[in-house]
T-cell receptor, first 112, second 110 residues
Framework: GAGVSQSPSNKVTEKGKDVELRCDPI?????LYWYRQSLGQGLEFLIY????????KSGLPSDRFSAERTGGSVSTLTIQRTQQEDSAVYLC??????????FGAGTRLSVL | KQEVTQIPAALSVPEGENLVLNCSFT??????LQWFRQDPGKGLTSLLL?????REQTSGRLNASLDKSSGRSTLYIAASQPGDSATYLC?????????FGAGTILRVKS
């Protein structure tokens, strides 16, 4: 596709369950980013990938959060043992090296 | 700590008015500055990107400026239209991440 694609668009889960969020970046974009948008905290950086490597994981809030990227393309953000405070919109972006970042529509996660 | 502040938090104007949205930042060591719009329940749409060596960028009715020495950026919207109603976010690129302001909610009344 032409833009950044994220799935699912909505996810409802029970507290304590694990969830996986997927991001398919724009073809040819070497850099990929995950952000989180919540009511109380605004938009926050989580992790940055250059190719399949993650040189900056400084925004991951706890060790329950992890992410990987394969083939220099698709990325998966995994949240283990979800908590209610994990409820937020998770946004993925991609860019060509240090150029403009282009965002997907996001995954709205609700933890009950 | 790198902080980005946007003023005003909300703005309501009649159609056709020219308007300015303000963004200030505490750390001038930015790589790029990007302005986005976000429609309710949607992702972010990139409007303009200004590299740190540049002073301004223009796209259609939008003009964004950057003054690193004063730690400020402005987004100027000419001849506003109801379709411009959205939340506008400025973001500074530090290292490998964007640091966002809280946004300005714009409503253009017809």
């Amino acid at each position: 596709g032409a833009g950044v694609s994220q799935s699912p668009s909505n996810k409802v889960t029970e507290k304590g369950k694990d969830v996986e969020l997927r991001c398919d970046p724009i073809s040819g974009h070497t850099a990929l980013y995950w952000y989180r948008q919540s009511l109380g905290q605004g938009l926050e950086f989580l992790i940055y990938f250059q190719g399949n490597s993650a040189p900056d994981k400084s925004g991951l809030p706890s060790d329950r959060f992890s992410a990987e990227r394969t083939g220099g393309s698709v990325s998966t953000l995994t949240i283990q043992r979800t908590q209610q405070e994990d409820s937020a919109v998770y946004l993925c972006a991609s860019s060509v090296d240090r150029g403009a970042q282009y965002f997907g529509a996001g995954t709205r996660l609700s933890v009950l | 700590k790198q902080e980005v502040t946007q003023i005003p938090a909300a703005l309501s104007v009649p159609e056709g008015e020219n308007l300015v949205l303000n963004c200030s930042f505490t750390d001038s060591a930015i790589y790029n500055l990007q302005w986005f719009r976000q429609d309710p329940g949607k992702g972010l749409t990139s409007l303009l990107l200004i590299q740190s060596s540049q002073r301004e960028q223009t796209s259609g009715r939008l003009n964004a400026s950057l003054d690193k020495s004063s730690g400020r950026s402005t987004l100027y919207i000419a001849a506003s239209q109801p379709g411009d109603s959205a939340t506008y976010l400025c973001a500074m690129e530090y290292g490998n991440k964007l640091v966002f302001g809280a946004g300005t909610i714009l409503r253009v009344k017809s």
